[in-house]
Every structure is written in structure tokens, then in C-alpha cells.
């Protein structure tokens, strides 16, 4: 598709269950985010990639949050021991630029909202 | 502190009048602000850019305003319409560091 795509859109979890939430950024997109969004907040960081390298993971709440991009396209967030705390949306965008260069627009998925009971 | 805050509380306008959001930032230097649009269940949607050095920046009904000396952005919709209602999101970037640092928005709403 032509955008960035998310899966899955919605996610119920018990407390302690790990999950895992997929993006599939925009075809030859360099720059990829992951932000969380509680309810009427604005998204908040939680790590970025360029390329393969995460190069900042400095928003991650707890080491139960893991995040990759192997092969520098599709991204995976991982909750491990899910917690009541963790329920929220969780965005991903893309970017065409890299680190360093000008600035550029964001381009969201839909999101996964995660609810853990 | 580092602060973002955008308008207090929701805002409802009437059709046809100009909307102004406005977004304040506390212990920033940001090299770039962005403003997003983002409606009930879905993902933000960029609209507008505007770096330090500029002033203003317009697109069509849109414009914003970039103030580094009082550290606010003034986001303006003309001739408001219903379609317009959604929360908007203001957006810092500092330096060189990529992501970029979101307000909590402004929830507005057009009446027709």
C-alpha cells in the first residue's frame, strides 16, 4: 500500500502477556518512529531507526519494550509482561531522511491500541 | 521543565470564522515546529512546517507563525468549515535530533 500500515489495529492483552505490534513503513523510507499515545495526549517518543540501527531507544518506559527493524523495513515493537500502564496507542511513522539531514514530514500509521486488562 | 502547551481546553468556533491555535513551548530550542492534524482513530497527519528562521509559512486556508523571542506558534484556519474539527497537534524538532516532541492538542470544533 502507499501508506504506513499497522497491525494490529486492536489489541486486548491479560496482564503479564507479552505482545507484539508490526508497522510496515512507506517503501524507501530511511527514518522510522515509534511514539506511544495515552488518551488525550500527544504522542509520546519512544525509539527510533534509521535504517536497520536504532539509533535512539531513549523513550522506552522500561526494558520490557523492545524494538527492531532487521533488515531496514518493517518494525516490530515488543511488550514483554504486559501491565495495565502499558494500555495506549501506539503509533509508527516513517520518514524519507535520515539523521542529519533537513527536516522532514512524518508520515503516521493508524496505530494499535493495546488494552491490557 | 521542558513544556509544550497548546490551547487549555477545546475550541468551538462558528463556520466561516478563523480559527487560531496556539502552541507555547518552556525550555526549547527548536530548530523547526510542525503542526499535525489527527482525527478520532487515526493517525496524525502533517500539514504545515516552519523553521526558525521563518516567520510564517501558508497554504491555502492554513497559516502558522513561528515566534522564537516570545516561544509560540500561532496556527490560523480561515474561513473555518466543519470538516476542519479534529485535534491539532503541534510539533517541536531540535537540532540534530530526529524525533520530534509532541503538545497534548487542541481539540476544535466547527459549528455549522
Known amino acids: 500500500g502507499a501508506g504506513v500500515s499497522q497491525s494490529p489495529r486492536y489489541k486486548v492483552a491479560k496482564r503479564g502477556q507479552d505482545v507484539a505490534l508490526r508497522c510496515d513503513p512507506i517503501?524507501?523510507?530511511?527514518?522510522l518512529f515509534w511514539y506511544q499515545q495515552a488518551l488525550g495526549q500527544g504522542p509520546e517518543f519512544l525509539t527510533y531507526?534509521?535504517?536497520?540501527?536504532?539509533?535512539?531507544k531513549s523513550g522506552l518506559p522500561s526494558d520490557r519494550f523492545f524494538a527492531e527493524r532487521p533488515e531496514g523495513s518493517v518494525s516490530t515493537l515488543k511488550i514483554q509482561r504486559t501491565q495495565q500502564e502499558d494500555s495506549a496507542v501506539y503509533l509508527c511513522?516513517?520518514?524519507?531522511?535520515?539523521?542529519?539531514?533537513?527536516?522532514?514530514?512524518?508520515?503516521f500509521g493508524e496505530g494499535s491500541r493495546l488494552t491490557v486488562l | 521543565s521542558q513544556k509544550i502547551e497548546q490551547n487549555s481546553e477545546a475550541l468551538n468556533i462558528q463556520e466561516g470564522k478563523t480559527a487560531t491555535l496556539t502552541c507555547n513551548y518552556t525550555?526549547?530550542?527548536?530548530?523547526?515546529l510542525q503542526w499535525y492534524r489527527q482525527d478520532p482513530g487515526r493517525g496524525p497527519v502533517f500539514l504545515l512546517l516552519i523553521r526558525e528562521n521563518e516567520k510564517e509559512k501558508r497554504k491555502e486556508r492554513l497559516k502558522v507563525t513561528f515566534d522564537t523571542t516570545l516561544k509560540q506558534s500561532l496556527f490560523h484556519i480561515t474561513a473555518s468549515q466543519p470538516a476542519d474539527s479534529a485535534t491539532y497537534l503541534c510539533?517541536?524538532?531540535?537540532?540534530?535530533?530526529?524525533?520530534?516532541?509532541f503538545g497534548s492538542g487542541t481539540q476544535l470544533t466547527v459549528l455549522p
Open positions: 511513522a516513517s520518514s524519507k531522511t535520515g539523521a542529519g539531514a533537513n527536516t522532514g514530514e512524518l508520515f
Open positions: 510539533a517541536l524538532g531540535e537540532g540534530s535530533a530526529r524525533q520530534l516532541t
Open positions: 531507526f534509521q535504517n536497520e540501527a536504532q539509533l535512539d
Open positions: 525550555n526549547y530550542s527548536p530548530a523547526y
Open positions: 517503501s524507501g523510507h530511511v527514518s
